[in-house]
C-alpha cells in the first residue's frame, strides 16, 4: 500500500541551528505534500502545502522564513526549520494525497529544541 | 470559518464496552470526512466518508456521515485495550486541504 517515510523521526537541536526534515512517498507520485504540527494534546495543524514545481502555500500566521519548504521531486519535500527556538519544539507530520480524499501520513518527527 | 468539532474530549471505559464518538463541522465546500486513529506517532487510516447514511464498517468499528446534520459518528464495539488512542476526525473543505478537529482521547481499562 501506499506509505509516506519521514526522516529523521527524532531530532534534538540547538537554539539557533537550523534543522531539516523529509518526508518521501514511496511507491507513488506527490505533485502536493502537506506539512502539520502537532504540540502535545491537541490536534494537527496544517502548516503549509508545498507543491512541487512552485512555490509552498502557508497558513495564516505560519513565517514563510521559518519554515522553508521545498518541493525538490514528484516524491520529495523538505521542511527546514531555520534559527529553531524552543518554542518551534513539536511534533511535525507531513502527510501526502494518494487520491482527492485520501491522504497518507508520514510517521512523524519530534523535534527538541535546546 | 470552517470548523471541527469532536466530542467527548476525552473518554475511558472498560474493555467490552461500546463506545460512541461524534464529529460536528462547518465547511464551505465539504468533499469528504476522514477518522483517523493516532497512537503514539502519525495518524492512521480508518474511514473516509462521502455519501450520507452508507455505513462503513471495519470489525469491530464502523463510521456513518449525516450530511443533512453535518456530523460523523465513529462506534467501536467490544473494545479492547489496544483502542486506547486518539481519534482524530477530519474534514476535506477544497482539493486536498483538511481540518482537523481536536481529536477524542479514547482509553480502555482492562
Known amino acids: 500500500g501506499a506509505v509516506v517515510s519521514q526522516h529523521p523521526s527524532r531530532v534534538i537541536c540547538k537554539s539557533g541551528t537550523s534543522v531539516k526534515i523529509e518526508c518521501r512517498s514511496l511507491d507513488f507520485q506527490a505533485t502536493t505534500m502537506f506539512w502539520y504540527r502537532q504540540f502535545p494534546k491537541q490536534s494537527l495543524m496544517l502548516m503549509a502545502t508545498s507543491n512541487e514545481g512552485s512555490k509552498a502555500t502557508y497558513e495564516q500566521g505560519v513565517e514563510k522564513d521559518k519554515f522553508l519548504i521545498n518541493h525538490a521531486s514528484l516524491t520529495l519535500s523538505t521542511l527546514t526549520v531555520t534559527s529553531a527556538h524552543p518554542e518551534d519544539s513539536s511534533f511535525y507530520i507531513c502527510s501526502a494525497p494518494l487520491t482527492s480524499h485520501e491522504q497518507y501520513f508520514g510517521p512523524g518527527t519530534r523535534l527538541t529544541v535546546t | ?110
Open chain 2, 1 to 110: 470559518e470552517d470548523k471541527v468539532v469532536q466530542s467527548p474530549l476525552s473518554l475511558v471505559v472498560h474493555e467490552g464496552d461500546t463506545v460512541t464518538l461524534n464529529c460536528s463541522y462547518e465547511v464551505t465546500n465539504f468533499r469528504s470526512l476522514l477518522w483517523y486513529k493516532q497512537e503514539k506517532k502519525a495518524p492512521t487510516f480508518l474511514f473516509m466518508l462521502t455519501s450520507s447514511g452508507i455505513e462503513k464498517k471495519s470489525g469491530r468499528l464502523s463510521s456513518i456521515l449525516d450530511k443533512k446534520e453535518l456530523f460523523s459518528i465513529l462506534n467501536i464495539t467490544a473494545t479492547q485495550t489496544g483502542d486506547s488512542a486518539v481519534y482524530l476526525c477530519a474534514v476535506s473543505s477544497g482539493t486536498y486541504k483538511y481540518i482537523f478537529g481536536t481529536g477524542t482521547r479514547l482509553k480502555v481499562l482492562a
